[in-house]
């Protein structure tokens, strides 16, 4: 192999003076190019202390998938030298142009990485990079472990704690996010007290001193959780939570009065279920005027309906005192109305009051994590190997993290 190319190859891939391009080999049939490469330095130092210390021997002839040349699938082989440290034992050295374990070079994880983040699902990615589904996975542990290394945590001040279901069955996960920049914090299986513990210990108890506010929903492990980890920090209960929990009594006050009004011979409800499940403004042009009619008759539906939207006005109240106030009179209608789905939510909200007066202050809510359901949903879906929660995980962190993922590579 002449001179000018093993040289031209050495700084393609950025080797230091300890490596040397012995060969390339093309190979057009196989649509390969062969790239391999000597170890010719002689200081070693130990992976883990860095003293320096003598050669133990050569490890077995290793393969690195590297960039393609034009279309040409390149590999990198080479054998690579083990170190004999007296106190950490015989260890193989780091290679320069691949990261530990990895079958890739950095210059490939480093395309890899924009090509999944770009591809809507994990499989395209897959055929576009010409590996295997396992490999993205892997490529993408790397990339998240890479990420939360460099993760900057110290600038959190409100967090989300939600759960996703995951899988097909009744499995939950619970999720940690920060509301302010938008990315999720860690994700962990179920969602019991020891869940929300887990997420917590993602800081350091300085950190959560820090945290001013915690928004969930009226799920007690994950106040209690709170309350045990970030006392001072205050619970604001998601108001998209509440919505949903109202939005589901008015739909048993449906079908509770549909069932009643057909043993009447009366089929008003029917098919009205969707209808109900609009707010005000999003009701559709051509269902409005079945709205006003439905309106107008004094069905339970109705004043169910009304009560869940009325609801919405105690988000904007501006201060604690008028959310009393709003809250006191709408507790008042909602428990006296005889629906009885109503009446049981109102009973839980004031309970929880406390921590539905504290979003007057805070303002936040789970929306980012909400936000997220529909790319966790398409990760779901569009995913082979997704039994495993550590894939799940990680595709989760990949996708919605707003993780450093990329490798670093100094010499280019
Ligand atoms: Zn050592």
């Given at each position: 192999m002449n001179e000018l190319t093993t040289e031209h190859y050495r700084a393609l891939l950025g080797l230091d003076a300890d490596w040397r391009v012995t060969n390339v080999e093309f190979l057009p049939k196989a649509k390969l190019v062969d790239i391999r490469i000597e170890y010719c330095g002689s200081k070693l130092s130990c992976p883990e202390c860095k003293c320096s210390c003598p050669r133990a021997d050569m490890a077995p002839e290793r393969t690195w998938r590297h960039l393609d040349t034009m279309q040409f699938t390149t590999t990198i082989h080479a054998s690579v030298p083990r170190s004999n440290c007296s106190k950490c034992g015989v260890l193989t050295q780091p290679v320069p142009w691949a990261g530990k374990?990895?079958?890739?070079t950095l210059l490939f994880e480093y395309m890899a990485v924009e090509v999944i983040k770009a591809c809507s699902s994990i499989s395209a990615a897959a055929k576009l990079l010409n590996v295997d589904w396992q490999a993205v996975q892997s490529i993408m542990d790397r990339a998240v472990a890479r990420g939360i290394v460099r993760r900057n945590m110290s600038n959190i001040r409100n967090v989300g704690i939600d759960e996703k279901s995951f899988g097909k069955g009744q499995d939950y996960v619970s999720i940690m996010t920060d509301v302010d920049n938008t990315r999720v914090l860690e994700v962990v299986p179920e969602r019991t007290r020891a869940a929300a513990d887990k997420l917590w210990q993602l800081m350091d108890a300085l950190q959560r001193k820090l945290i001013q506010a915690v928004s969930m929903d009226m799920w007690s492990p994950f106040m209690e959780s709170t309350r045990a980890a970030c006392p001072d920090a205050a619970i604001v209960h998601d108001k998209f939570h509440v919505s949903k929990y109202l939005g589901e009594a008015v739909d048993k006050v449906r079908r509770q009065e549909h069932a009643q009004l057909c043993e009447e011979?009366?089929?008003?409800?029917?098919?009205?279920r969707q209808l109900w499940l609009y707010a005000m403004e999003n009701i559709p042009e051509d269902k409005s005027a079945l709205m006003f009619s439905l309106q107008q008759v004094d069905l339970k539906t109705g004043r169910a309906w009304s009560m869940k939207e009325n609801f919405r006005h105690f988000w904007e109240c501006k201060s604690q005192e008028d959310a009393t106030v709003f809250f006191t009179t709408w507790y008042t209608w909602a428990t006296r109305s005889k629906l009885p789905p109503i009446a049981k939510v109102a009973v839980m909200l004031k309970r929880h009051l406390s921590g539905l007066l504290s979003y007057v202050t805070h303002?936040?809510?789970?929306a980012a994590s909400e936000g997220y359901n529909s790319k966790i949903q398409s990760i779901k879906s569009a995913a082979?190997?997704?039994?495993s929660f550590e894939n799940y995980r990680t595709r989760i962190l990949f996708f919605c993290g707003k993780l450093d993922l990329f490798p670093s590579i100094s010499s280019h």
């Open positions: 374990h990895s079958r890739f011979g009366d089929d008003r409800l029917k098919g009205t303002r936040i809510t789970n082979r190997g997704f039994s």
